[in-house]
C-alpha cells in the first residue's frame, strides 16, 4: 500500500489536470473521474508491465475511465443543466452563446505554452495566489505575475482577433 500512496501522491496532480482538461474544467467532476482512476490503478497494478511511464499509465487509465463516466452521466448532466437555465428564464440562444465563449476561452488557453497555461489555471480556476503558483511550477511569484497578465492580453488578443470578442 505505501508504494500505491507514494505513486498517488506523486502523480495525482498531474492525472487531475489531465483529466481537468478532458472534462472541460468542471473540477467535480474532475475530481470523482481521477480518485476513480487511482482506485482502477490500484486494482489492476500487477498488471502494469512498465511499457510505458506510469504518469502515461495512470493518464490513459484516467482517460478511459472518463470515456466511461460519460456514458453513464453525460445526458443527465446536460438536461439537468438545460433544464435548470430554462427555470431561471434563460433562452436556448443565450446558453448556446456561453457555451461557444467557454469552449473559445478554453481553446484559447489550450494554446498557450505550458508555463502560461498552467499560470493560467492555478489562477483563474484554482484561485491560487501567485506565491503558490510559483512554488508549485518552480518560479519566482513575480515570474508568475508577468506569466499571468502576458497570458491574458494574448487570450483578450486572440478571443477578439478570431472570434470577435471583447473582453
Same mark, same amino acid.
Given at each position: 500500500m505505501s508504494e500505491f500512496e507514494d505513486l498517488y501522491n506523486l502523480y495525482y496532480k498531474d492525472v487531475f489536470y489531465y483529466v481537468l482538461k478532458l472534462t472541460d474544467y468542471q473540477e467535480y467532476i474532475a475530481e470523482e473521474v481521477t480518485q476513480e482512476s487511482f482506485y482502477q490503478a490500484f486494482t489492476s497494478l500487477t498488471r502494469f508491465r512498465g511499457e510505458c511511464s506510469v504518469k502515461s499509465w495512470l493518464c490513459q487509465i484516467a482517460k478511459n475511465t472518463y470515456?466511461?463516466?460519460?456514458?453513464?452521466? +453525460?445526458? &443527465?448532466t446536460y438536461l /439537468? &443543466? /438545460?433544464f435548470q437555465r430554462q427555470q431561471e428564464g434563460e433562452d436556448i440562444s443565450t446558453q448556446l452563446e456561453k457555451r461557444q465563449m467557454i469552449s473559445h476561452i478554453r481553446k484559447v488557453i489550450a494554446d498557450l505554452d505550458e508555463r502560461s497555461q498552467k499560470v493560467v489555471e492555478y489562477r483563474l480556476f484554482d484561485e491560487k495566489p501567485y506565491k503558490e503558483i510559483g512554488e508549485l511550477i518552480g518560479i519566482? &511569484? +513575480?515570474? +508568475? $505575475? @508577468?506569466l499571468f497578465s502576458? +497570458? $491574458? @492580453? $494574448?487570450i483578450r488578443q486572440r478571443l477578439k482577433e478570431e472570434y470577435g470578442y471583447e473582453i
Open positions: 470515456y466511461k463516466y460519460l456514458r453513464t452521466h +453525460a445526458k &443527465e /439537468d &443543466e /438545460d519566482r &511569484e +513575480a515570474t +508568475a $505575475k @508577468v502576458r +497570458a $491574458k @492580453v $494574448k
